[in-house]
């Protein structure tokens, strides 16, 4: 099938990134790893004006604990996750999630931030985010808004994080690591079965 022409927007900072977006001249959409976008494409489910490519800003691919935090940029691949010491460390389920997404080609491109932005249904790292009580900080044209992770459907999800409303700059922030989660759970859940 051949693809509807578009014009390639790649910034070099969040900021160059949301006035591109902010643009009034045709359908723009970000393009994080693409494994989503590409398809839509493809197939002709979208037909943007113009590709935004997150790629050049740097800023968006840090994995990092600020203050006890894990901050996961927007464009930070499902393998750096994977990789990362701090992650496995700290954040196991999120680890084991992002681990468990499709094949090592797309783990390899696939973002986080595409990923959520895309709501895929299939999701693994998004009910992972939920356990872990994960909040996301969506930067777009009008301006910078925080969300946090509850159980909510697919719909809001996609207009909360539609890709040609918004650029994500995403911290995810659990109120504790994944570690001391799973150990009150178990405790919780043994007390539960030993009644």
């Not at 006035?19 to 045709?26: V, W, Y």
């Not at 499709?102 to 895309?118: D, E, K, Q």
């Not at 790292?125 to 777009?140: S, W």
Request: a positive charge; aromatic letters at 2%; proline letters at 6%.
């Amino acid at each position: 099938m051949r693809l509807h022409p578009f014009r390639l927007v790649e910034p070099e900072s969040l900021l160059d990134a949301l006035e591109a977006l902010g643009r009034l001249d045709g359908e723009a959409r970000l393009v994080a790893g693409g494994t989503a976008l590409v398809a839509m494409i493809r197939l002709g489910l979208v037909k943007p004006d113009r590709l935004i490519s997150l790629h050049r800003v740097p800023a968006l691919t840090q994995i990092r604990v600020e203050s006890g935090s894990l901050e996961l940029g927007a464009m930070a691949t499902h393998a750096d996750i994977e990789r990362s010491r701090v992650v496995r460390d700290g954040w196991p389920l999120l680890a084991e999630a992002v681990r468990r997404v499709a094949t090592p080609a797309i783990r390899t491109s696939g973002t986080i931030g595409g990923n959520l932005a895309y709501a895929e249904a299939a999701s693994d790292p998004a009910p992972a985010l939920l356990c872990l009580h994960a909040e996301v900080r969506v930067d777009g044209p009008a301006g910078a808004e925080r969300c946090r992770s509850r159980g909510s459907s697919e719909a809001s999800t996609r207009r909360r994080w539609s890709p040609a409303r918004s650029s994500r700059r995403s911290a995810f922030r659990p109120r504790r690591p994944a570690r001391e989660a799973a150990t009150s759970s178990t405790r919780h859940a043994r007390r539960r079965t030993n009644r």
